[in-house]
């Protein structure tokens, strides 16, 4: 694909249910990052992913947060238990590596999740 | 999470007017990159700087990595309403491969 696609773009869920987000980053992106921007503010780093390994948790929020990638592509973002505070946008993004031109991040449209 | 100091927080300008925002941080980067975001949209990247000094443009748009390599500015020249969004800055540090993200400008154009 062109770019990088989440899905889906909006979810409205109750308290208390789990919730899937799913990114499709670039081909040939090996490295792909997952962000929270809550309304107004900046981005949240949230993991980060190299293949199918995440050597860096260390900004999901809870351990009702987790992430898998498979195949080196595609991203799924779980949130089990949601609390109204999850309520943000996620953005995902992918590079080619992590440094220089080739860490230049690209970014998907989001899913916007409110939580009732 | 950890953020850079970006400014101004929001302008609103005329349209044809020149614009500047800035970001600084209290650590040495040696990348930042200058995104747009639209409303409801992921954000775009304009410009990417790897040198300390280094002046890159993209059209309207004119980006400087500062000297201290803490500090990178963004000039947008002769405004358009389509320029009308949420500027953030990005800034990495050497051998990683994380980015730390500025809290953003948020820019109105008057037409």
């Known amino acids: 694909g062109a770019g990088v696609s989440q899905s889906p773009s909006n979810k409205v869920t109750e308290k208390g249910k789990d919730v899937e987000l799913r990114c499709d980053p670039i081909?040939?992106?090996?490295?792909l990052y997952w962000y929270r921007q809550s309304l107004g503010q900046g981005l949240e780093f949230l993991i980060y992913f190299q293949g199918n390994s995440a050597p860096d948790k260390s900004g999901l929020p809870s351990d009702r947060f987790s992430a898998e990638r498979t195949g080196g592509s595609v991203s799924t973002l779980t949130i089990q238990r949601t609390q109204q505070e999850d309520s943000a946008v996620y953005l995902c993004?992918?590079?080619?590596?992590?440094?220089?031109?080739?860490?230049?991040?690209?970014f998907g449209p989001g899913t916007r999740l409110t939580v009732t | 999470g950890q953020q850079l100091n970006q400014s101004p927080q929001s302008m609103f300008i005329q349209e044809g007017e020149d614009v500047s925002m800035n970001c600084t941080s209290s650590s040495i980067f040696n990348t930042w990159l200058w995104y747009k975001q639209d409303p409801g949209e992921g954000p775009v990247l304009l410009i990417a700087?790897?040198?300390?000094?280094e002046l890159t443009s993209n059209g309207r748009l004119t980006a400087q990595f500062g000297i201290t390599r803490k500090d990178s500015f963004l000039n947008i020249s002769a405004s358009i309403p389509s320029d009308v969004g949420i500027y953030f800055c990005a800034g990495q540090y050497i051998g990683t491969y994380k980015y730390i993200f500025g809290t953003g400008t948020r820019l109105k154009v008057l037409a």
């Open positions: 081909s040939g992106h090996t490295a």
């Open positions: 700087l790897y040198k300390a000094g």
């Open positions: 993004a992918s590079s080619l590596s992590t440094s220089g031109r080739l860490g230049e991040q690209y």
